[in-house]
C-alpha cells in the first residue's frame, strides 16, 4: 500500500531553524515534492528530490533518502511569512502525487 | 515556472444551482489536469483526473455526476458542480502537468465555493 505521514503542527522561533519530516511507503517512486500553502491559497512548489540527498535553494533545502522513505524539508532563518502550512507529497508510478496531510508551521517572535 | 489560471476564485451560488469552475494552462499543453478538494485545514483530496479528449477518472466516493469534469483541450478543463447544497462549500483546486512523465505540476490558485 501507500502512505505518507507528516506531523500535524510545529511551533518555531523567528531567526532560527526548523526541520520538518516527512516519511512515506510506496511500491513505486517517482520523486518527493514539498509545497509550501498559506491559508486560503493554492499551494506553491517548493522542491522536488528524485535522487537521494540534499538540495539547496536560499533558505529552504529539502532532503531525500529513497531507502529510508524519508524526507525532510529544513528553513533556516525563519521569516514570519514562512508561517504556513508545508504539504508533503510523493509521485507514484502512474505519475499521481500522493499527499501528506500538511504541517502547520507557526512562528512566534 | 508554467502559468495556471483558475476562475473564478469566489463564488457564492444559491442551494440547487450549479457551478462552473474553469482551469486554463496559459503557457503549455496540459495533457492531464488534476481537481482537488480542500476542507479547512486538511491536505489536498484528489477527486478525480482528467486527460485531455478522453472521460475523467475519479477517485472513490466521489460523484461523478454531481462533479462534472470537461477536459476538451490541451488547454482548459472545467469542473462543474451540479445541484449544489451547503455541504459542497469547499476550497476546489485545479493542476495541470504537461506530457506524461513531466514531474512538476502546477497549480490553480483554487475556487472558494460557498453554497448557501
Known amino acids: 500500500g501507500q502512505n505518507i505521514d507528516q506531523p500535524t503542527e510545529m511551533t518555531a522561533t523567528e531567526g532560527a531553524i526548523v526541520q520538518i519530516n516527512c516519511t512515506y511507503q510506496t511500491s513505486g517512486f517517482n520523486g518527493l515534492f514539498w509545497y509550501q500553502q498559506h491559508a486560503g491559497e493554492a499551494p506553491t512548489f517548493l522542491s522536488y528530490n528524485v535522487l537521494d540527498g540534499l538540495e539547496e535553494k536560499g533558505r529552504f533545502s529539502s532532503f531525500l533518502s529513497r531507502s529510508k522513505g524519508y524526507s525532510y524539508l529544513l528553513l533556516k532563518e525563519l521569516q514570519m511569512k514562512d508561517s504556513a502550512s508545508y504539504l508533503c507529497?510523493?509521485?507514484?508510478?502512474?505519475?499521481?502525487?500522493?499527499w501528506g496531510a500538511g504541517t502547520k508551521l507557526i512562528i512566534k517572535p | 515556472g508554467a502559468v495556471v489560471s483558475q476562475h473564478p476564485s469566489r463564488v457564492i451560488c444559491k442551494s440547487g444551482t450549479s457551478v462552473k469552475i474553469e482551469c486554463r494552462s496559459l503557457?503549455?499543453?496540459?495533457?492531464?489536469m488534476f481537481w482537488y478538494r480542500q476542507f479547512p485545514k486538511k491536505s489536498l483530496m484528489l477527486m478525480a483526473t482528467s486527460n485531455e479528449g478522453s472521460k475523467a477518472t475519479y477517485e472513490q466516493g466521489v460523484e461523478k455526476d454531481k462533479f462534472l469534469i470537461n477536459h476538451a483541450s490541451l488547454t482548459l478543463s472545467t469542473l462543474t458542480v451540479t445541484s449544489a447544497h451547503p455541504e459542497d462549500s469547499s476550497f476546489y483546486i485545479c493542476?495541470?502537468?504537461?506530457?506524461?512523465?513531466?514531474?512538476?505540476?502546477?497549480f490553480g490558485q483554487g475556487t472558494r465555493l460557498t453554497v448557501v
Open positions: 503557457d503549455f499543453q496540459a495533457t492531464t
Open positions: 493542476s495541470a502537468r504537461g506530457m506524461t512523465g513531466d514531474t512538476e505540476a502546477f
Open positions: 507529497a510523493f509521485m507514484d508510478s502512474n505519475y499521481q502525487l500522493i
